[in-house]
Antibody, heavy 123, light 109 residues
Framework: EVQLLESGGDLVQPGGSLRLSCAASGFTFNNFAIHWVRQAPGKGLEWVSGISYSGSSTYYADSVKGRFTISRDNSRNTLSLHLSSLRAEDTAIYYC????????????????WGKGTTVTVSS | EIVLTQSPGTLSLSPGERATLSCRASASVSSRYIAWYQQRPGQAPRLLIYAGANRATGIPDRFSGSGSGTDFTLTISRLEPEDVAVYYCQKYGSSPIFTFGPGTKVDIK
C-alpha cells in the first residue's frame, strides 16, 4: 500500500524555525516527484513546494520562497521541508503528496496524500 | 497567473440527485493540466480525476470530469451520503506549479 506519513508539526513562535518530514512507503520513491501542500484553518488548499524525482530541481510558491527549503533523501525514502522566519499566516496543516506520474519531472497532479501535520505559529 | 474560480460555493442536494460542479479558469488551460480532488470532513484530499476526464484508481464511475478551454466540470451522477465533501479543482502551471480553486462544498439535504 502506498503511504505517506508526515511528522514534525509543532507550536512555534513567530520568526522561529521547524523541520517537517514525510516518510514514504509502498512505491519506488526515487521515481516520483513529491510536493508539500498546506491548508490554513477553515481555508482551501495552497501548494507550497515541490521537488523533482531525482531531487535536482526544487520549486516554491512566492509566499514561502526564501524562507522554506525542500529536500529529499532517496536512500531513506524521506522528504523534508525546513521552515524558517515563520509567520502567523504559515499556520496550517501541511500535507505531503506524491506526484501521479512516474519519472515525470514534477507530474501534473498528486495521486496520494498523507494525513498531514499541523504547524501553529503563535506567541 | 491563471486564476481558478469554482461555482457554486455550496451545493445542497438529495441523495440520488445529479451534482454539477464548475471550475472556470481566467485563461485557456489544456485539459491535461486539470485535476479534481475530494476532501471529506476531517480528512486529507483525495484525487478523483486527472487529465480532465480520467478517474483515479478506485474512484466510482458516478464521478466524471469534462471540459476544455476555460470551463471544466465535475459531475456526480447520483449523489450518495459519503459524497459530502469539499471538491477542489487544480491546475498545473509554471508559476506557481499548482493552483487550486477555492472549492465547492457539497451537502446532503
Amino acid at each position: 500500500e502506498v503511504q505517506l506519513l508526515e511528522s514534525g508539526g509543532d507550536l512555534v513562535q513567530p520568526g522561529g524555525s521547524l523541520r517537517l518530514s514525510c516518510a514514504a512507503s509502498g512505491f519506488t520513491f526515487n521515481n516520483f516527484a513529491i510536493h508539500w501542500v498546506r491548508q490554513a484553518p477553515g481555508k482551501g488548499l495552497e501548494w507550497v513546494s515541490g521537488i523533482s524525482y531525482s531531487g535536482s530541481s526544487t520549486y516554491y510558491a512566492d509566499s514561502v520562497k526564501g524562507r522554506f527549503t525542500i529536500s529529499r533523501d532517496n536512500s531513506r525514502n524521506t522528504l523534508s521541508l525546513h521552515l524558517s522566519s515563520l509567520r502567523a499566516e504559515d499556520t496550517a496543516i501541511y500535507y505531503c503528496a506524491k506526484g501521479g506520474e512516474e519519472l515525470q519531472f514534477l507530474s501534473l497532479y498528486m495521486d496520494v496524500w498523507g494525513k498531514g501535520t499541523t504547524v501553529t505559529v503563535s506567541s | 497567473e491563471i486564476v481558478l474560480t469554482q461555482s457554486p460555493g455550496t451545493l445542497s442536494l438529495s441523495p440520488g440527485e445529479r451534482a454539477t460542479l464548475s471550475c472556470r479558469a481566467s485563461a485557456s488551460v489544456s485539459s491535461r493540466y486539470i485535476a479534481w480532488y475530494q476532501q471529506r470532513p476531517g480528512q486529507a484530499p483525495r484525487l478523483l480525476i486527472y487529465a480532465g476526464a480520467n478517474r483515479a484508481t478506485g474512484i466510482p464511475d458516478r464521478f466524471s470530469g469534462s471540459g476544455s478551454g476555460t470551463d471544466f466540470t465535475l459531475t456526480i451522477s447520483r449523489l450518495e451520503p459519503e459524497d459530502v465533501a469539499v471538491y477542489y479543482c487544480q491546475k498545473y502551471g509554471s508559476s506557481p506549479i499548482f493552483t487550486f480553486g477555492p472549492g465547492t462544498k457539497v451537502d446532503i439535504k
